[in-house]
Structure formats: C-alpha cells, structure tokens
C-alpha cells in the first residue's frame, strides 16, 4: 500500500527555525509536495520536488531524498501566521494524477 | 482571477438521498481531482480526470462517481449517501507552476452532513 508519515504536532516560537519531516512508501513516484492549510480554510500549495535536492522559496525550503524515501519542510523566521496544518504528498500512479497526502503536521507558532 | 469554485459549501442531507456537488475551474487546467478530508487521516483522493471523458479512481472511490463532460466542470456525486461520507470534501485542478513545479489548486470545500 501506499503510506506518509510526519509528525502530528510541533510548536516553535516567532522567528525560530523548524523542520517537518516526511516519510514515504509508494508504488509510484513523480515528486513530493508540501501544502499548507490554516483552519477552516483549504489546502494551499507551498513546493514540489521532483528530484533530489533542496528547493527554496521565500522563507520555505523543501528537501527531498528519492533514495531514503524522505523529504522535509523547513520554515524559518517562523511568524505567527505560519501556525496552520502541512501536508506532504506524493505525486504518483501510472500517470502521475494519483495523490497521497499525509495525515498533516500541526504547527503551532507561539510568541 | 483565477479560482476554483464549489457548490454548496455546506449540506446536510439524508441517508440515500442522491446529491451532486459541483465543481467549477477558470483556469483551462487539464486535471482535476476530488478529495475528502477526515481528522486525522489528511487529504485522500477519491476520483481524478485527466481531460473530459477521462476519469479514474483515486484511494477511496467507493460510493462516488463523477463525470467531466466539460473540461471547466467535475461534479461529484453520491447516488446513496451514508453517514460514513460526511466529510469536508475539496475538489482541486492541477498545473505545472511556471518554475517546474506540479501544483494544485484547490477549492474552498463542502462541508457535506449525512444523517
């Protein structure tokens, strides 16, 4: 079958750094993603690794190991803002439209 | 602007009564995709549609059914609903992002009650 696992909770403080990490087993693979999604609201897209590597953007970076099966979310200068739920997700099947999120990871962004 | 719209955002409906929920894209995507949420258990696909006409079944497929006879449009439908679809539902459209990433743009959900 297809499982993620990430943790269900991390808390940090306003400007610290913090990681979310991802492990994956799939039956297909096209890339990883990362969403992130505050109460109430939908899933919004943050990155994607299709390769291994580190992938920046603004405050985010995503890494991505396609060999360990592993891949995580970093956030730095955390604001209170960030507190929201991320999902990492593999992008697989026979034509890559196949999805499997992750059960999500609860941040919590304390002052 | 670009946006992927549902209706309704919220229904509260009866055992076997058939229910449609509509999704609706502006952005000329190709694939789309339906899922339903669950505390605890993240996002899981239910349905996905490579172009009209061209369906296939996600994780959890049981119990639905959709249609894309309109690239813009991708209903998803309950023919008996059961209290075990009560959920928050998302539909989603796919694209490549302009730096190389494959990104999806989801809906602002239905939050579906089966009694």
């Known amino acids: 079958g297809q499982s993620l696992e990430q943790p269900s909770e991390v808390t940090a403080v306003e400007g610290a750094i913090v990681q979310i990490n991802c492990t994956y087993q799939t039956s297909g693979f096209y890339g990883l993603s990362w969403y992130q999604q505050h109460d109430g609201g939908a899933p919004t897209f943050l990155s994607y690794n299709a390769l291994d590597g580190l992938e920046e953007t603004g405050r985010f970076s995503s890494f991505l190991s396609r060999s360990d099966s592993y891949g995580y979310l970093l956030l730095q200068e955390l604001q209170m803002k960030d507190s929201a739920s991320y999902f990492c997700a593999v992008r697989g099947g026979d034509y890559g439209q196949n999805f499997v999120f992750g059960p999500g990871t609860r941040l919590s962004v304390l002052p | 602007e670009a946006q992927v719209t549902q209706n309704p955002r919220y229904l509260i409906t009866v055992t076997g009564k058939k229910l449609t929920v509509t999704c609706s894209q502006n952005m000329n995507h190709e694939y789309m995709s339906w899922y339903r949420q669950d505390p605890g258990l993240g996002l899981r696909q239910i349905y996905y549609s490579m172009n009209v006409e061209v369906t296939d079944k996600g994780d959890v497929p049981e119990g639905y059914k959709v249609s894309r006879k309109e690239k813009r449009n991708f209903p998803l439908i309950l023919e008996s609903p059961s209290p075990n679809q009560t959920s928050l539902y998302f539909c989603?459209?796919?694209?490549?992002?302009?730096?190389?990433?494959?990104?999806?743009?989801f809906g602002p959900g239905t939050r579906l009650t089966v009694t």
């Open positions: 989603a459209s796919s694209f490549w992002g302009t730096s190389g990433s494959y990104e999806q743009y």
